[in-house]
């Protein structure tokens, strides 16, 4: 089955850097969609970035757009959110997911598109 696993979570100060890692084992990484989605405290999850399959296209939240960089590696079935800039509305649990598709282009941003989850991984940004 499908297994996603977020690494490099943590606790930074305002205005520094982290990379999250998603590592894909059990499906066919370049048939599918990869996203992160963020849900802080008492709040629903939220888009935060996707790639198409082929890599190509990108997409962003607005608020993170120009901080955030979301890339994939085929050759490592692994997908990364470098962040800069964090911010503490950063603070949030981070969750990477995916969903297979047809076409190598398209992305979505809904949460309810994607049928692939990991457990998450804390992101802390102090003031």
């Known amino acids: 089955q499908v297994q996603l696993r977020e690494s490099g979570g943590g606790l930074v100060q305002a205005g520094d850097s982290l990379r999250l890692s998603c590592a894909a084992s059990g499906l066919i990484f370049t048939d599918f969609i990869m996203a992160w989605f963020r849900q802080a405290a008492g709040t629903e999850r939220d888009f935060v970035a996707a790639?198409?399959?082929?890599?190509?296209?990108?997409y962003y939240a607005g608020s993170v757009k120009g901080r955030f960089t979301i890339s994939r590696d085929d050759a490592e079935n692994t997908t990364h959110l470098e962040m800069s800039s964090l911010k503490p509305e950063d603070t949030a649990v981070y969750y990477c997911?995916?969903?297979?598709?047809?076409?190598?282009?398209?992305?979505?941003?809904?949460?309810?598109?994607?049928?692939?989850w990991g457990q998450g991984t804390q992101v802390t940004v102090s003031s």
């Open positions: 997911a995916g969903m297979s598709w047809v076409t190598t282009g398209t992305i979505f941003t809904s949460a309810d598109e994607f049928t692939d």
């Open positions: 790639v198409s399959r082929n890599g190509r296209t990108t």
